[in-house]
Structures are given as structure tokens and as C-alpha cells.
């Protein structure tokens, strides 16, 4: 009998994980501005509420899954595979300062500092110099703006579904 609630948690936590990587992949691909240089969205928030309910690694899982699943509906784009990895660390980010620790404002504006600035900013234009063949330097000044103004959004942004939705939904729904 013990086996069937593992198995109904387990498929619940799917069916969630599910609805959040269909989020991700509508807020990131069809709710952004996207040039090659620079992408603003709200992609950030479904692997931020993965982070917190589900852990790093679940999160980084379904970052990756996300956007593949994402690249081969709409791609917009050759695939490469460091911004794969840089979403996997995007969720794994949010899961380690948020998931099952109080999540409060500094623990949210660590995880958008990690994010914005390590990822987003360093290892994406990273990544850009390689597939556009610019020079890095010449990418980060616009990249860097973006980016600095990206941290208090996804500080707020996160803040505000923490404290409205997220908190009510993990009541709901007991993961």
C-alpha cells in the first residue's frame, strides 16, 4: 500500500514538473525579446519555483529538458550546447540557495546575483564569442546592462510568486 502513495507522489511531482518546464518554455521562447546579443524574459521564474519546491538537481534537469523540448519546437537557432549547460546551472543555482532553506530576500538576490552575473553575463558571452565570433569584450558592455538590471527584477519577480503563489501552492499540493 506504501508503494502506491510513492508511486501517486511521484506522478503529481511529474505532472508539476511538467506544467513548470511548459512554463519555462512559454515564458522563455514566446514572452521575451530575443536578439543575438542579448535575451530579457521571464524564463527565470518557473526554474526558480522548481528550485524551490523540487531541489538543484530536479531543477537543472528540467532546465535542460526545458530547453531542449523549447530548441526543438521553436528554434530559434543552431543548438549549441553551452547554453544547455548554462540553464542546467541556472536551475541548479536557484534550487541551492532557495530549496528547503527560508527563502528571504538575500537568499533570492544570491541566487539573482549568481545567475545574472556568472551565468547570464560571463558564461553566455562566453558562449556568444564562440558562435559569433566577436570579441568578448566587445559583448559585455551591453550584456552587463541587461544583466544589472535583471538582478532587482528577478529579486522582486521571484519575491512576489514566493510570497502570493508559491507558499500557497506547496500547502496545496504537499511536495
Do not use: H
Not at 531541489?55 to 550546447?81: E, K, Q, R
Not at 553551452?82 to 530576500?105: D, H, I, Q, R
Not at 566577436?134 to 512576489?160: C, D, E, F, H, N
Amino acid at each position: 500500500m506504501n508503494n502506491s502513495k510513492n508511486k501517486k507522489f511521484n506522478t503529481s511531482k511529474l505532472a508539476y514538473l511538467g506544467l513548470l518546464i511548459a512554463l519555462q518554455i512559454i515564458f522563455s521562447r514566446f514572452i521575451s525579446i530575443n536578439t543575438p546579443i542579448v535575451k530579457i524574459g521571464f524564463g527565470f521564474l518557473p526554474l526558480a519555483v522548481m528550485g524551490i519546491m523540487y531541489g538543484p538537481l530536479t531543477a537543472g534537469i528540467c532546465a535542460v529538458v526545458a530547453d531542449i523540448i523549447g530548441l526543438m519546437l521553436f528554434p530559434t537557432g543552431a543548438y549549441f550546447p553551452g547554453f544547455t549547460l548554462t540553464e542546467f546551472l541556472t536551475g541548479y543555482a536557484y534550487g541551492y540557495f532557495l530549496y528547503n532553506k527560508p527563502v528571504t530576500l538575500n537568499r533570492i538576490l544570491a541566487s539573482s546575483v549568481v545567475v545574472c552575473i556568472l551565468l547570464n553575463l560571463l558564461l553566455n558571452t562566453y558562449w556568444l564569442t564562440i558562435i559569433l565570433g566577436k570579441g568578448y569584450l566587445a559583448l559585455l558592455p551591453t550584456r552587463a546592462i541587461k544583466s544589472l538590471a535583471m538582478i532587482p527584477v528577478q529579486a522582486i519577480t521571484i519575491s512576489l510568486a514566493y510570497e502570493k503563489f508559491i507558499l500557497k501552492f506547496t500547502n496545496l499540493i504537499k511536495v
